[in-house]
């Protein structure tokens, strides 16, 4: 069974990091540049398993976006893993409180990364 992850992240180098990470896995990778596509690519494929969300993104926060998915009724049920290059406790805390599974630090670790993604997947399908 694929499992559907979309990743929101404006950095060309970190979306290649993941799609050589998930490469010759059941996982399938969607990918956006900013929030904005990002949220409309999610709205036009609900059946998203995963979610991995940039806090940092030019057009808007990853703190925004958690929350305009976790008040929507249609997407809501998609889990959200924060990935983010700063240590930003208090950020991390408000997506954790808002809803976010996890968070994972860049640069990736491809066993930290499908760790994350296994154990998240396990529960959501």
């Keep these: 069974m694929t499992t559907k992850v979309l990743l929101i992240d404006d950095e060309q180098i970190c979306i290649d990091s993941v799609l050589m990470m998930l490469e ?3 996982y399938e990778l969607l990918h956006a540049f900013d ?3 990002g949220l409309e690519l999610l709205r036009q494929n609900p059946e998203t398993n995963l979610l991995l969300l940039d806090l940092m993104l030019t057009d808007m ?3 925004d976006i958690l929350k305009t998915i976790k008040s929507s009724e249609k997407l809501s049920h998609i889990p959200v893993i924060i990935q983010t290059g700063c240590n ?3 950020d991390i805390a408000k997506c954790l409180e808002f809803g ?3 968070c994972i630090f860049k640069p990736y670790k491809k066993h930290t990364l499908l760790e994350t993604l296994n154990k998240l997947a396990a529960t959501s399908h």
């Design 24 to 26: 010759g896995t059941d």
């Design 35 to 37: 929030g904005a596509s």
């Design 61 to 63: 926060h990853g703190v």
């Design 88 to 90: 930003n406790e208090k």
């Design 100 to 102: 976010a599974y996890s």
